[in-house]
């Protein structure tokens, strides 16, 4: 029995030893980078950070990219400690004009642990200062409604995005960053995604993504004209 216990343990180590090494996932986007890093870079060129509901705008809805100098690094699943660790790599080196951040509801589904609105809002917050000491203009945006996780039920997330994002707008407010809301146009009467515009309750369609570009858009056409 002992042994047996020992070999289980043995192989969940194994298992999860690729991850341990690198939690932030910084190999995830290493080639790429690399190779934007080595040609010039395009003075318009704007970083998209985020998860998976960034990631997943580029296999959703592709031709919002197309021909454009915007860069997708949004990786599922992750929370903001593990976008700050790898922020330089992903956002920094790229020099950039500006980055368009969304992060925190991975925070709130406890994906790498328990996490308080007030230890997401300073992981935004650093990222916030790296970009400006950077020169780098800074996008906020809200995050998406979440009525419930389906990979982790009974957290009632719903109430705790509505208060990240008013302690996010008000820090956008007070430090002359744009800030985009999301949330207002996407959520129902109790504070969900609407229905059509997701097929999780958690990330947008192609109908969610229609309905953030426009407001993305217009926050960075007024980076790039201040």
């Known amino acids: 029995m002992k042994l047996l216990n020992l070999s289980i343990l043995l192989t ?6 690729s991850f341990a090494q690198d939690w932030a996932n910084l190999n995830r986007y290493q080639k790429e980078n690399a190779e934007l890093t080595s040609s010039n870079p395009n003075k318009h ?8 509901i960034t990631e997943g705008w580029l296999t959703n809805h592709p031709e919002f990219f197309k021909n454009k ?5 949004g990786i599922s699943g992750q929370t903001t400690p593990q976008m700050l660790l790898r922020f330089r790599q992903d956002v920094i080196n790229l020099m950039p ?17 328990p996490s308080s609105i007030e230890m997401i809002v300073n992981n935004i917050k650093s ?7 950077n020169n780098i203009k800074v996008i906020l945006c809200s995050v998406l409604p979440a009525y419930d996780f389906p990979w982790r039920k009974g957290l009632e997330p719903a109430e705790k995005v509505v208060k ?13 960053l744009i800030f985009v809301d999301y949330f207002t146009s996407m959520s129902n009467n109790y504070n969900g995604l609407k229905d059509g515009l997701g097929d999780d309750g958690i990330h947008p369609n192609t109908a969610g993504y229609l309905i953030m570009e426009p407001l993305i858009e217009e926050a960075i056409s007024k980076a790039l004209i201040n």
């Open 45 to 52: 060129r704007i970083v998209f950070m985020g998860n998976s």
């Open 97 to 113: 004009s500006a980055v368009v951040l969304l992060a925190g509801i991975n925070d709130i589904a406890e994906n790498t642990g």
């Open 127 to 133: 990222m916030v200062e790296l970009s400006k000491a």
């Open 12 to 17: 969940l180590f194994i298992m999860n030893s």
């Open 164 to 176: 990240l994002n008013e302690q996010l707008k008000v820090y956008a407010n007070q430090n002359d």
């Open 69 to 73: 100098p915007y860069i997708n690094r």
